[in-house]
């Protein structure tokens, strides 16, 4: 009898990572019935970070309104687990889905973020894991800090919340009445730093609706910010692994709220228990939306092909599309294989309605040919 381990992120605006599991498992027992499948739905940090976790550890969702990345109210939420550990999820604040389709990243905040951050410490939180990913975002993190109590001044003085356009009017920050936090983790989906050509507004800058001429501004904003915070609180961000995600809230974090940053992906790994789980596994099946150069910044397809490399079991991830000039790269950090389940180059539009029976069918095709070959 065969083991599998289904272990996917989810596709962005298609499957959640438990709807792939549920997909992938029902594919198996056509495949190849009898078969020992676990799934273990997850997530590197952005969405379904707090999703993850609970399934992964147990304990309770909390639901917190708070501000959206534009005002406004957002449905904010975080997972409270038994050991008092909160998790907060970066995107039920201030992520894409709740920016709609009029991006402006240069006036996008993440204040909400703080609130739910804040929410949680006032209520018994012992530890406070924060997810990065999928963010609307390019503030360095300064909104979630002004909503914990740091002060950020322009040069006449005025307090204010900055957002991505206008980190450059920092003057001064103070970090004077800033809340007593427990110790705050930060889990990061890339490792990409703050500026620069791999920085938060170059690269990721564009998918939130920043054109060439503001990818400049939010560049030079943020490093702005970066001298900023060296000054005025010892901390040299502007080179961290890591620092550029979520809009630079890594970097914002690590100076101002003394966040230790780690991998998203190693963090839930860790608390699901895999190595125990998967080590007598016969394959690893993991998967996300798209395959290509991000996903080996840090994203969930690689962090579980290092693990499964790790354990001597093979991996093979299932993407909604797969860029080929990735996969060498892929192969050195530990993955065996790699697939795109739609079997005709269509519009996202097109595949999205299709995209529970294209995976159906390209887990079904893979697990019959592993069979064929296990014999």
């Known amino acids: 009898m065969h083991k599998y381990i289904l272990i996917p992120d989810s596709f962005k605006g298609t499957l959640s990572a438990r709807d792939f599991c549920a997909v992938a498992r029902e594919a198996i027992g056509r495949a190849d019935p009898g078969a020992q499948v676990l799934s273990i ?31 406004g109210t ?30 402006h990243p240069a006036e996008a905040t993440t204040y909400g973020v703080g609130q739910l951050l804040l929410h949680a410490a006032r209520h018994g939180a012992r530890r ?19 909503a914990l109590g740091v002060e950020f001044y322009d040069s006449r003085g005025r307090v204010f919340v900055p957002t991505g356009g206008t980190l450059g009017d920092i003057h001064r920050i103070s970090s004077e009445n800033l809340e007593p936090l ?11 730093p703050l500026c620069g050509p791999r920085g938060a507004a170059a690269v990721f800058g564009p998918q939130k609706g920043a054109d060439p001429d503001m990818v400049q501004l939010l560049d030079a904003g943020l490093a702005h ?47 699901a228990d895999f190595p125990r789980l998967a080590s007598d596994a016969d394959l690893i099946i993991t998967g996300e939306g798209r395959l290509d150069g991000q996903s080996l910044g840090g994203k ?73 070959v296990a014999r």
Do not use: K
């Open 41 to 71: 739905p997850l997530a590197d940090g952005g969405e379904g970070t707090v999703e993850a976790f609970l399934a992964a550890c147990g304990g309770r969702r909390i639901e917190c309104p708070c501000m959206g990345p534009y005002g």
């Open 74 to 103: 957002a449905p904010g939420f975080y997972g409270l687990l038994p050991d008092g550990t909160a998790v907060v999820e970066l995107a039920a604040a201030a992520g894409l889905p709740l920016a709609g389709t009029d991006l």
């Open 128 to 146: 406070l894991l924060l997810g990065l990913g999928g963010s609307a975002t390019n503030d360095g993190g300064c909104g979630a800090a002004a």
């Open 182 to 192: 427990p110790p705050v983790t930060v889990l990061c989906d890339v490792d990409n």
């Open 225 to 271: 910010l970066a001298a900023v915070l060296r000054r005025d609180t010892g901390r040299d961000v502007l080179d961290m692994p890591g620092g550029g995600a979520a809009g630079g809230f890594g970097a914002g974090a690590a100076a101002l709220l003394n966040a230790r940053l780690r991998p998203g992906v190693e963090m839930l790994l860790d608390a």
């Open 300 to 372: 969930a397809v690689i962090g579980v092909a290092r693990r499964a490399r790790e354990l001597g079991v093979p991996c093979a991830a299932l993407a909604g599309a797969v860029d080929v000039s990735a996969l060498p790269r892929a192969y050195e950090l530990g993955l065996t294989a790699a697939f795109p389940i739609n079997p005709l180059p269509l519009p996202f539009e097109q595949v999205r309605v299709s995209c529970r029976e294209n995976l159906s069918a390209a887990v079904e095709n893979l697990i019959r040919f592993y069979c064929s």
